[in-house]
Every structure is written in structure tokens, then in C-alpha cells.
């Protein structure tokens, strides 16, 4: 059964802070993804990437989330840009989550992350480039994989989480 509610999106698509900010609303258990990754590495994500490229860091990435669509009951995962990218991924999280993908403009993304430095994959003098390519990429899987997309953009988090659990109300009285 899906207890959880997972936040998918590119970097920079809020998905920290309006699921930080969801989990309070719910009194649910927040967990960020990106964070645990961290904690079980014992470093931080530039310097995984670093040291184990970005193969490496998925793999990480990929039994982080086997731990935690196992285990995390009743909770708001915030799940890094690229979290569903490897399609076993989307499917450990469908079976405990519904996933949210929180839609965002590039141009405002461009704007989140113009100063950002703890993104290794914008880590190059070329960055609204890379995140119009990646965001290009990127779109389809995030599509498919959700079950539920909210337009965040400029909108404030406040519109979004209300917009969410509407969502998640509506979604739940379909499939019962």
C-alpha cells in the first residue's frame, strides 16, 4: 500500500522545502533524500561525485531508495533531480509512494541555481545551458514516472502544498 508521497523534479524545483513544509502540514516524517545519501556516504554529494563519479553516486542513490521504499511509512520524500532516472528506482517508489512531480519553467530554475554551488552537474561556466539541456532530457521520465504533477514555478509554497493535497485527496478517492 502507498503511504508515502515522493517529490520528484529538477534540481532547484523546491522539492526540499515545500516537502519539508508538506511533512509539517500532514505530521508526517520528512526524509531528503540527497541528506541520507550524505549521511551514509560519510561525505557530501560534490565530493562523492568527486571521488565516484556520477555512476557512482547513483548507485548509492539507487540503495538509498531501496532502503527507504522499504522502510519509510507515512512519510515525504524529497528525492534529488536525477533520483528517477534509473527506472528501478520509479518502481521501488511507486510501490510505497505516489510520486509528485513538481513542473518547473527553466527560465526559473535558471534563476534558483545561478549561484548554487553545491550541484556538481552545473559545476561548468556554460550552466543555463546544461540546465536547459538537462531539463530537456529530463522531462519525459519525470512525466512519466508521476503520478500527480503541480506547477511550482513562482508560485508560493503555501499555492503548491495546497495544490498537492488536493491532488493526493482527488488520487486517493479514484483508486479506491
Do not use: W
Amino acid at each position: 500500500m502507498k503511504t508515502n508521497i515522493a517529490l520528484i523534479g529538477f534540481m532547484g524545483s523546491g522539492k526540499s522545502t515545500a516537502g519539508q513544509r508538506l511533512a509539517r502540514r500532514l505530521g508526517r516524517e520528512f526524509i531528503e533524500l540527497d541528506r541520507l545519501i550524505e549521511q551514509r556516504a560519510g561525505d557530501t554529494i560534490p565530493e562523492i561525485f568527486k571521488e565516484r563519479g556520477e555512476s557512482g553516486f547513483r548507485d548509492l542513490e539507487e540503495a538509498v531508495i531501496e532502503e527507504v521504499s522499504r522502510s519509510a511509512k507515512n512519510a515525504v520524500i524529497a528525492l534529488g533531480g536525477g533520483a528517477v532516472l534509473r527506472p528501478v528506482n520509479v518502481e521501488r517508489l511507486k510501490a510505497s509512494a505516489t510520486l509528485v512531480y513538481m513542473e518547473t519553467e527553466v527560465e526559473v530554475l535558471q534563476d534558483r541555481l545561478a549561484r548554487s554551488r553545491k550541484r556538481p552537474l552545473l559545476d561548468r561556466p556554460d550552466r543555463d545551458r546544461i540546465i536547459e539541456e538537462l531539463h530537456e532530457a529530463r522531462r519525459s521520465v519525470y512525466e512519466t514516472a508521476a503520478d500527480i504533477t503541480v506547477r511550482t514555478g513562482r508560485r508560493p509554497f503555501a499555492a503548491v502544498i495546497n495544490e498537492i493535497i488536493e491532488k493526493l485527496v482527488i488520487d486517493e478517492s479514484r483508486n479506491r
